[in-house]
């Protein structure tokens, strides 16, 4: 039944992690995440193999103070939040948007931030505002999303950001030096956009591995045989095994659009505090578009629930099914920190897939 | 972090409510169509496959790689070796 | 509900709240719109009961509510929603349905138009599955957006002698089969869902399954265990399965039925097409020597052309659900957490 490729693979791996010392990759996109606990791949790898999540689940690395202030935004009258599905259960200080909406806000689930202008465009009696969280793929769309905006002359569409850059978290890690990671499997999708040679700060600055991947078994079996190969050659060197879909130069035209709406901006992390120019936020022709201007209201200070360990899962210091609270107070279905919430988050993904796909399980009774 | 699908363009047209040109177009996964903005992919035409996320083409792929991208879903057995992968060295940086 | 003052609107082209009054409007509903459509000889006489004979068989009773965003979605509608779902709760008992009941709780607002299309769907099941609708209520309620329906239907079915059902019958060795593709009632909901603006060809499957449970019996084959997945998916009741049984289900995930389409649209929504609903599928448990049987008498059925052993129960601790994937790896599946949104990023 197994596809004879996988297997193949699977004994590449094998042979070429032989002999080699226990090796840490960090997988840095919340969709490599999930899609090696879905597709059961990460109970294929050899045991000298650890895997660490990344700091790649926009949901997750939003800071607390963010999603208050969603919350806060969504109970103000004639106000419409319009924001992708993950960030409607995320729990902030006073409550999750979601719970904003059972109150009577009108939060709405969109597709794309194109369907949020339509929405201001038809209600100019309501000040329609965008949750806009992400890395390099999506943040084109909300530049696009404030172009549109412009050209329909609208003045009731805002954008709520928490933008981030995936480059500047990698090397902030690095430079704080505290997890081991022996090279990154880096997002496909970002790198559609920025391209292979964003990495190159990580190659040169820290001699770390990069191996760029697609999101199928396949694609994610040869991401990671291509880090063993280069841990063994001791080289650090930026491959792209996902030319399909990524390109030399990335996509130069969805980075001129970003450019043009947003500017790099130091930005703040759950947990990993302000690390500079790590975000992207509204230049100044764009202010008015600026949600946290326009409803005058200020990021609060970031904070973890108590006993909550996302801050240290997203940054791979803490295994999820570490943290006391895991699979015990903290479930999807009563999440207590976002890591649960997120379908890419790593909590939610280790609860839902199981911890490593194998029957060494998360369910409580089997903790520890 | 995101999650994008290869689909292929079945028409290119012009947003009949928007003001700014940007061409849309109608993305086919296999019998689920959604409507995909352009913007980033300027040179996509009906036919061509593109990769699209939250709503937007992001890249525009050849029809052998996005079917190649959809294959593991199909379960055909075939060989290959790994090939030897491009070193594609530093020259220039985001921005 | 909404306390806001909402204009009256025209009586003949939309329901107001003097058709819930219980005076000559409501008389009219009932005779002009529902008796039309749905009327029998226990509904006709419009008592306050519907009278039957007691037969000596063992009987089921079931009920269920309905609601749907939007009411008239690819492939059904929330009549057909409400009366298969029924059904299919007795079905899965061993029951073959005698009377139903209907009870309608409407929107101000809504147009006759669409509320005359739902009974006629309701009236277009209860023939496919030849059951009566034999009594029903109607209210209505204040006007909120003017697109509101609500239906509970309850209802009563005699167990065939044959029947011997209950997951504490489950044993080590015996084996899981599904009737057809999975995924397809939620994924076409999903898609036309406000906000998502999507198009598919992907049809709910939602359809009375009495039939096809009664070619499963006749087969001869042991059944132990039915149940309909309907929200919570494949995923939801093998978890039930597993946890009721104290056994381990291992699931081969190359054979569950998908079809290229669902698998597709799950994947663009980010969805595990393992929790996404279905409406028109049965999850069979039954001694391996008893499988073809199964599925023989599926496969002759039009509603489980595409029935398949998806895996088998197996006595391991802790008991969980493991899936082997398509790559050949394993994961554990577990029961979805309330409402699955679509990942987007």
Redesign the interface.
């Known amino acids: 039944m197994i596809p004879n490729r996988i297997q193949d693979l699977v004994q590449t791996l094998n042979r070429v992690c032989d002999s080699l010392a226990p090796m840490a990759f960090m997988e840095v996109c919340g969709t490599h995440t999930v899609s090696f606990q879905r597709s059961g791949v990460k109970s294929l790898l050899p045991d000298n193999i650890r895997l660490i999540s990344g700091p790649g689940c926009p949901v997750c690395v939003s800071p607390q103070g963010y999603i208050d202030a969603a919350c806060e935004i969504a109970s103000y009258p004639a106000t419409t939040i319009c924001t992708y599905g993950d960030m409607l259960r995320v729990p902030g200080r006073h409550g999750s948007l979601l719970q904003k909406r059972a109150d009577g806000a009108d939060v709405r689930v969109v597709y794309s931030p194109i369907d949020a202008v339509r929405l201001a465009d038809e209600h100019p009696e309501r000040a329609v505002v965008f949750i806009a969280v992400g890395f390099e793929t999506t943040v084109g769309g909300h530049a696009a999303a404030v172009l549109e905006a412009q050209d329909r002359g609208l003045d009731n569409f805002f954008l709520l950001t928490s933008q981030k850059l995936v480059v500047p978290a990698m090397m902030a890690l690095l430079a704080e030096g505290e997890v081991c990671i022996d090279g990154f499997l880096c997002p496909g999708h970002v790198s559609v956009i920025i391209g292979p040679n964003a990495y190159v700060p990580v190659v040169q600055t820290h001699r770390k591995p990069c191996v760029i991947a697609g999101f199928e078994p396949e694609q994610m079996l040869r991401g990671i045989i291509q880090l063993v190969r280069q841990v063994a050659q001791h080289a650090a060197r930026i491959e792209n095994i996902y030319p399909v879909a990524v390109r030399r130069e990335g996509n130069p035209v969805a980075v001129r659009i970003i450019n043009e709406v947003f500017e790099p901006a130091d930005s703040e992390w759950r947990a990993m505090g302000t690390i500079p120019v790590s975000g992207l936020s509204l230049r100044t022709e764009y202010q008015q578009f600026d949600a946290l201007e326009r409803f005058d209201v200020d990021l609060g200070p970031d904070y973890d629930a108590p006993g909550c360990c996302c801050g240290q899962v997203l940054q791979g210091k803490v295994e999820p099914r570490d943290c006391p609270l895991f699979a015990i107070e903290c479930s999807p279905s009563n999440p207590i920190g976002p890591c649960m919430v997120g379908s890419e988050g790593s909590c939610a993904a280790a609860f839902k897939y199981g911890h490593d796909g194998t029957r060494r399980a998360c369910i409580s009774s089997d903790r520890r | 972090?995101?999650?994008?699908?290869p689909?292929k363009l079945i028409d290119v047209k012009r947003s009949p409510?928007?003001?700014?040109n940007?061409a849309t177009g109608t993305v086919d996964?296999?019998?689920?169509?959604?409507?995909a903005?352009l913007?980033?992919?300027?040179e996509a035409k009906e036919g061509d496959w593109v990769?699209?996320?939250?709503?937007?083409a992001?890249?525009q792929?050849?029809e052998t790689?996005?079917i190649?991208?959809?294959r593991?879903?199909?379960?055909?057995?075939?060989?290959?070796e790994?090939p030897e992968?491009?070193?594609?060295?530093?020259?220039?940086?985001?921005? | 509900m909404s306390t806001s003052i909402a204009p009256r609107v025209d009586t003949s082209e939309a329901i107001s709240i003097a058709h819930g009054g219980g005076g000559e409007m409501m008389r009219r509903l009932i005779d002009e719109h529902i008796i039309p459509r749905l009327g029998n000889r226990f509904l006709n006489p419009l008592d306050d009961s519907a009278v039957f004979n007691p037969t000596n068989k063992r009987t089921a009773f079931t009920t269920d509510a309905f609601v749907v965003q939007p009411l008239e979605f690819p492939g059904g509608d929330i009549g057909r929603l409400a009366l298969c779902g029924t059904i299919n709760d007795l079905a899965v008992m061993g029951a073959t349905p005698i009377a139903l009941s209907l009870a309608i709780v409407v929107e101000e607002g809504l147009s006759f138009t669409l509320f005359d299309r739902i009974l006629d769907s309701v009236a277009e099941t209860a023939a496919e599955a030849n059951v009566v609708v034999a009594t029903g209520d109607t209210k209505v309620i204040e006007r909120q957006n003017g697109d509101g329906l609500i239906i509970t239907t309850a209802g009563i079915g005699e167990i065939r002698d044959d029947a011997n059902l209950g997951q504490s019958r489950i044993d080590e060795g015996d084996v899981v089969i599904v009737t057809g593709r999975i995924a397809e009632h939620g994924l076409a909901v999903l898609s036309v869902r406000e906000g998502l603006s999507f198009q598919t060809q992907i049809v709910s499957d939602v359809a009375p399954l009495g039939g096809l449970v009664a070619s499963i019996f006749d087969s001869g084959a042991d059944v132990k265990f039915m149940r309909d997945p309907t929200r919570g998916g494949l995923a939801g009741v093998l978890a039930d399965a597993c946890e009721a049984s104290n056994l381990s289900i291992e699931v081969e995930e190359s054979s569950i039925p998908l079809s290229p389409s669902a698998r597709h649209t799950a994947e663009v929504f980010g969805l595990d097409p393992l929790t996404v609903a279905n409406e028109g599928k049965i999850v069979v448990v039954c001694p391996v020597d008893d499988a073809d049987r199964v599925l023989q008498a599926c496969r002759t059925h039009r509603l489980g052309h595409h029935a398949a052993l998806i895996g088998q129960f197996k006595k391991e601790e802790p008991s969980l659900v493991e899936l082997i994937t398509e790559a050949g790896g394993r994961r554990i599946v577990q029961r979805p957490y309330g409402e699955e949104l679509p990942r987007i990023c």
């Open positions: 972090m995101c999650l994008a699908v689909g409510d928007s003001t700014s940007i996964f296999q019998g689920t169509r959604v409507d903005n913007i980033f992919t300027p990769l699209v996320h939250a709503g937007f992001i890249q792929i050849s790689e996005a190649e991208t959809w593991y879903l199909d379960v055909g057995e075939f060989k290959e790994l992968f491009e070193d594609t060295r530093p020259t220039g940086e985001w921005r």
